[in-house]
């Protein structure tokens, strides 16, 4: 039985994503969770240039890994500082929680089934002037209306954080 | 198939975090799980969808962005909440001020 390079890297960027998704859950150090979080975004952009999306991988590792991941890390020394023994994440499990993921994961499972049917193996590398073409022409409101987006989320950021001041 | 079943699994994976966790860090961290499990599945779709490729990076780029955006306010507003309130534990913050 011969397994294709493709299904390992699959797999592969699989149990990075699981590992690092768990890691997040059930860590209890919060710098574990930081780092269970870096490899769950890694996996990510791995997906993304495993199904051809090259500019798509590159945005995620600037953005997540390079930003948000870098602002979360910011976030716990501002929060968590100053605590003798080191910030502890804690849980509280309970049956209903616990019923409540597998049940919605089951059900996700089962509704997006019928999708497989329009699968197809092969995959298509898209080049870069592709895209610009698109977010530059037929996507240009929605790409204007992404900017806008932004600057209204670092206005908010700015009035969030002035605000408290006091 | 191992597509839609590893996305909802990671889907799940961050909702339990959510369900679960008792710290806003940790719980933002669940949901970017989450989110992260259903852009990977918008962008294994687009592949699958003859055609729609570059459309699918565009949007699903869309989506990145606005995920990164929807992370900064909701990590200023946890600054913010544990400057005020000297606690990040969800079961503390319970009183909502008008």
């Known amino acids: 039985m011969s397994v294709s ?3 390992l890297l699959f797999w592969g960027l699989a149990l990075l994503a699981l590992v690092g998704a768990l890691a997040v859950v059930f860590a209890v150090d919060v710098m574990r969770m930081a780092l269970g979080l870096g490899a769950f975004f890694l996996a990510v952009a791995g997906f993304f240039a495993y199904y051809g999306f090259g ?3 590159l945005a995620e590792l600037f953005v997540y890994v390079g930003g948000v991941l870098v602002l979360i890390l910011f976030a716990i020394m501002l929060v968590h500082r100053g605590r003798e023994g080191g910030p502890v994440l804690e849980s509280r499990w309970s049956v209903a929680s616990v019923l ?8 996700l499972t089962i ?4 999708i497989t049917e329009f699968f197809r193996q092969d995959t298509t590398f898209i080049v870069p002037s592709e895209l610009s073409t698109l977010l530059l022409r037929t996507m240009l409101p929605q790409f204007e209306a992404i900017g806008v987006l932004l600057l209204a989320a670092l206005a908010a950021v700015v009035v969030i954080m002035g605000g408290d001041r006091e | 198939m191992n597509l839609i079943a590893l996305a909802s699994v990671l889907f799940g994976i961050g909702l339990l975090g959510v369900l679960v966790r008792r710290d806003i860090v940790a719980v933002l961290a669940s949901i970017e799980v989450m ?15 003859r055609g729609a490729s570059v459309s699918i990076e565009g949007i699903a780029l869309m989506v990145v962005v606005v995920i ?5 306010v909701a990590l200023a507003l946890l600054v913010a909440v544990a400057r005020r309130m000297h606690t990040t534990r969800i079961d503390d913050l319970t009183e909502v001020k008008g």
């Open chain 1, 100 to 107: 409540a993921a597998i049940v919605v994961t089951g059900a």
């Open chain 1, 111 to 114: 509704a997006l089934m019928p």
């Open chain 1, 55 to 57: 500019f798509l991988a």
């Open chain 2, 35 to 49: 989110l992260g499990g259903a852009t990977v599945l918008l962008v294994g779709l687009g592949v699958s969808v």
């Open chain 2, 68 to 72: 990164a955006a929807e992370a900064a």
């Open chain 1, 5 to 7: 390079v493709s299904t």
